[in-house]
């Protein structure tokens, strides 16, 4: 199994809190993702990384924002959690060469806002 | 922004039979992959597909690549309970030009096998 591992795997915060979930990885991949997902939705792209300080946005960034200072760690931030934020998360990792399209997912943190 | 119909949304079969789900779009993805979710865990790659008309096996599923690089489909040949879950497909993309990529998904094709 890929080496990542997504911190906290569940929490309950309440609306207007900020929230920040961490990606770990072991495997020294360039690129990150966060997804969420919900029903009838599938996985959306929050945002990515392609290096350190290197991000973009995704399909449904809007509320959230990321860092990521060292190769192995890929932050998401909820500046001010909001209801409609309630869903679960994945992380991604794909590495170097013609297996950089492979990625590999997390876990999953399940995010409540009350 | 890019999207992947991905069909059928959902398939409640018989065991021992065949199934067939496919994806597609209006762009033009360099790779495709193949993902099955289990309940409470994260998608797991079943197969990744890199040139158009590929044909890769993996036990029991089949995927292809399709020419256009617009669509793929996966099989799974006779069916087992535990091949119930969601099959995800995704494409991956240039972005800004350049040798950066991203991962798009489809909307997921939910399975039920009957014993």
């Known amino acids: 199994d890929a080496g990542i591992t997504q911190s906290p795997r569940h929490k309950v915060t309440e609306t207007g809190t900020p929230v920040t979930l961490r990606c770990h990885q072991t495997e020294n991949h360039r690129y990150m993702y966060w997804y969420r997902q919900d029903p009838g939705h599938g996985l959306r792209l929050i945002h990515y990384?392609?290096?350190?300080?290197?991000?973009d946005k995704g399909e449904v960034s809007d509320g959230y924002s990321v860092s990521r200072s060292k190769t192995e760690d890929f932050l998401l931030t909820l500046e001010s959690a909001t209801s409609s934020q309630t869903s679960v998360y994945f992380c991604?990792?794909?590495?170097?060469?013609?297996?950089?399209?492979?990625?590999?997912f997390g876990q999953g943190t399940r995010l409540t806002v009350v | 922004g890019q999207q992947l119909n991905q069909s059928p949304q959902s398939m409640f079969i018989q065991e021992g039979e065949d199934v067939s789900m496919n994806c597609t779009s209006s762009?033009?993805?360099?790779?495709w992959l193949w993902y099955k979710q289990d309940p409470g865990e994260g998608p797991v790659l079943l197969i990744a597909l890199y040139k158009a008309g590929e044909l890769t096996s993996n036990g029991r599923l089949t995927a292809q690549f399709g020419i256009t690089r617009k669509d793929s489909f996966l099989n799974i040949s006779a069916s087992i309970p535990s091949d119930v879950g969601i099959y995800f497909c995704a494409g991956l993309s240039n972005f800004r030009g350049g040798s950066n990529y991203k991962l798009t998904f489809g909307k997921g094709t939910l399975l039920t096998v009957n014993p």
């Open positions: 991604a990792i794909s590495g170097p060469g013609r297996r950089n399209t492979e990625a590999f």
């Open positions: 762009s033009i993805f360099n790779t």
């Open positions: 990384s392609y290096g350190v300080k290197d991000t």
